[in-house]
C-alpha cells in the first residue's frame, strides 16, 4: 500500500487524525518542524502500533522539505494551518510528486485555489486533490448530496447550516480570523460570485427550533455544481447550536437570530475596513500576533460533551421545499480526524478514479461517503 504522510502531525489536528490511523492499524509516516516532538509523539503511537512510526522533519519554509515527504501514489494529508498562510507548499509538493493530497482546512480562498489552479495541474500529473476533507466540508456535501438526490431534478437550490456547540482551537480560532480579512465567495444564479464571509443569513428547522447561521465560502460552492449542473444557488451556513439537554423534556432554547445578525454586522464592518489602504495589513499582523495558530484544542472530555448537527434543503425554483437530509454526531475535531483517516486508507488502496481537484462526492461514491461519514462519527436521522 502506497505510504500515507501526516503532515503537521505534532499540532492539534495532526496528532488527532495520527491517532484515527494507528487504531485503523495503520502506520502513517509523522512529519512536522520539531524533531524532538516528533520523536515524542512517534514514541506514544508506537506503543499503540507495536513499535515507533517513521517521522520526517519538513517546514514550510523549506518547500523543499515538504515535497521530500512523499512519491507518486503516495498520501500526503495536510493539517498545517492557517491554510492561506502556510498550505502552499503541501498541496505544490504533492502535485509535483504526483501524490494524492488531502488536508483540514475549512478557508474559503486557500479551497477555491486549490480548485482553480491546483486542480488542473494536478489532472495532468495524474493525482488527486481533495481539500477540506474535514468538518469543514465533507459533511455539508454529503447532506446536500444526499438532499438532492432526494428532491430530484426539480430542486434549483441548496442551503446547507453547519451547528457546533463547544469552542474552537487555537487553529481554528486563527483560519476564521483570516477568513474574515479574504474575500469569501457565494454560487448565485448559476455562477461563482464573490462576497464576503457573513454577507447572508439564513434559517434552519432543526425539531421545531430556528437554527441561524452566517454566509461563508465552502467547498460545496465549487463541487456541488459540478454534479448537479441544475443548480442555481448553493448557500453554505456556520452557527452555534444549544448544548444537547441533560434530560427529556427540558427547554432547549433555539439559536438567537439577534446574535447572529450582530456577528453579521461585524463582519461587514470588518470586512469594508479591510478594503482601505493598509488596514488590512494591519489587521492581519494584529491577527497573527493575537491568534499565531495551533495553540491546543479541546481535550477529549470536553470533546465528548460536544455535538454538531449538519442540515441540507433542496428547494425548487419557486422556493418551495423538496427534501431535506440531516446529519447528527460527534464534535467536529474527532469527525475531522476520523474521516481523514478513513479517506486516507481507502486512497491509499487504489479507492480514488479520478484525478484533478475533488469534492467528497466526486472522489467517493455517495453511497460509500456516507457509509465513510457515518464511521467518523456522524449519521443521518
Known sequence: ??????????????????????????????????????????????????????TAVADVDRPDSVRALVGAGDVLVSTVGPFFRYGGPAVRAAVDAGAHYLDSTGEGPFIRSVF?????????????????????????????????????????????????????????????????????????????VREPTGRRTHSFDVDGQRFSGL???????????????????VGVYVGHRPSPTPHAGAHRPAVSGAATRALQAGSVVLNTAARLPGVRGTLQVAA?????????????????????????????ADG?????????????????????????????AGGLSECGALGPVDGFDLDALEEGVAEAGLRRV
Open 1 to 54: 500500500m502506497a505510504a500515507i504522510v501526516i503532515f503537521g502531525a505534532t499540532g492539534y489536528t495532526g496528532e488527532l487524525t495520527a491517532r484515527a490511523l494507528v487504531a485503523r492499524g495503520v502506520r502513517p509516516v509523522l512529519a512536522a518542524r520539531s524533531p524532538e516532538r516528533l520523536c515524542a509523539l512517534a514514541g506514544a503511537l508506537g506503543n499503540l502500533a507495536t513499535g515507533d512510526l517513521d
Open 116 to 192: 482553480e489552479q491546483h486542480g488542473p495541474e494536478a489532472a495532468r500529473a495524474g493525482c488527486a486533490l481533495l481539500t477540506a476533507f474535514g468538518f469543514d466540508w465533507v459533511p455539508g456535501n454529503l447532506a446536500g448530496a444526499l438532499a438532492l438526490r432526494e428532491a430530484g431534478p426539480r430542486a434549483r437550490r441548496i442551503d446547507i447550516g453547519y451547528f457546533v456547540t463547544g469552542s474552537p482551537s487555537g487553529g481554528t480560532r486563527a483560519s476564521a480570523a483570516g477568513m474574515l480579512l479574504e474575500p469569501a465567495f457565494g454560487w448565485r444564479s448559476h455562477q461563482l
Open 215 to 233: 454566509s461563508v465560502g465552502g467547498s460545496e460552492h465549487l463541487a456541488l455544481p459540478r454534479q448537479y449542473p441544475d443548480l442555481t444557488d
Open 288 to 316: 497573527r500576533r493575537l491568534l499565531p495558530g495551533s495553540t491546543g484544542g479541546p481535550d477529549a472530555d470536553s470533546r465528548a460533551r460536544t455535538h454538531s448537527t449538519v442540515v441540507a434543503v433542496a428547494t425548487d
Open 320 to 348: 418551495h421545499h423538496l427534501a431535506q437530509a440531516r446529519l447528527e454526531g460527534i464534535n467536529a475535531y474527532d469527525f475531522t480526524a476520523n474521516i481523514l483517516a478513513w479517506a486516507a486508507q481507502r486512497i491509499a
